[in-house]
């Protein structure tokens, strides 16, 4: 199993950018997928997540701001972040809690690479 994740970049305050990611392999099912983030020197976090079924959860320092949805033929992800600002900088990692193989089984959770946020003028 693999997270492809893309769409990392510089952006200006206030500006916007989209992140994607996109699981792929041997995958049952998908539980939830969402991007974490980790800023220098902070522990990492919770950024946005969105089930299976559509429920979304979002840091509340993004909320208004970031948007995200999910594909769920495609097992793809994306996070549209809006307004941001300096404090978004960090390296974002895509996340995915899933059920590998073909057959029903514990989820588990796997990481993407990690995409560099710089949001700096």
């Known amino acids: 199993v693999q997270l492809q994740a893309s769409g990392g970049g510089l952006v200006q305050p206030g500006g916007s950018l989209r992140l994607s990611c996109a699981a792929s392999?041997?995958?049952?099912?998908?539980?939830?997928m969402g991007w974490y983030r980790q800023a220098p020197g902070k522990q990492r976090e919770l950024v946005a997540s969105i089930t299976s079924g559509g429920a979304t959860n979002f840091a509340d320092s993004v909320k208004g701001r970031f948007r995200i949805f999910r594909d769920v033929t495609k097992n793809t992800v994306w996070l549209f972040m809006d307004s941001l600002e300096p404090e978004d900088t960090a390296v974002y990692y895509c996340?995915?809690?899933?059920?590998?193989?073909?057959?029903?089984?514990?989820?588990?959770?796997?990481w993407g690479q990690g995409t560099l946020v710089t949001v700096s003028s």
């Open positions: 996340n995915a809690n899933l059920i590998v193989g073909d057959t029903n089984g514990p989820a588990v959770d796997y």
């Open positions: 392999g041997s995958i049952f099912s998908i539980n939830a």
